[in-house]
C-alpha cells in the first residue's frame, strides 16, 4: 500500500495508530519513513486542470491525478475524518508510552 498515493497516507497512519506498532517508531528509519508521508508533496495539479476530472477510469490522462494542496491538505480538505482520527489515535499511543522524567516538575 505504500505505493498507493491516496491511500498511502490513512493506511500508514492507523498501522502504526495501534497499540501493538507504534512503540516501533522508536526507529529513526520508520519515522523518518512516516514523516517523508506525511509531507510529501506528491504530483502538482496546474491550476488549468483545477475542477477537470477523468472521463474514464483508468484515466488516459494522468496528470489529472494530482493535487493543488499536496497529499497531506489534501486528505484533511477532502476526508479529513480518516487522517485525524489515525493522528488522534496515534498521539494518545505515543503519551501513553511517555513514562515522563526525574526532572518533571511533581505532575
Sequence with gaps: ?????????????????????????????????LDSLLFEPGRYLSVELTGVQPAMVPTQHPELLATSYGLLLNELHRSPNNVLAAAHTLLEGVLALDTGSVCDPGR
Design 1 to 33: 500500500f505504500l505505493t498507493v498515493p491516496y491511500i498511502r497516507l490513512p493506511l500508514v497512519l492507523t498501522f502504526f495508530a495501534s497499540d501493538e506498532r507504534v512503540h516501533k517508531l522508536q526507529s529513526t528509519k520508520l519515522r523518518n519513513i
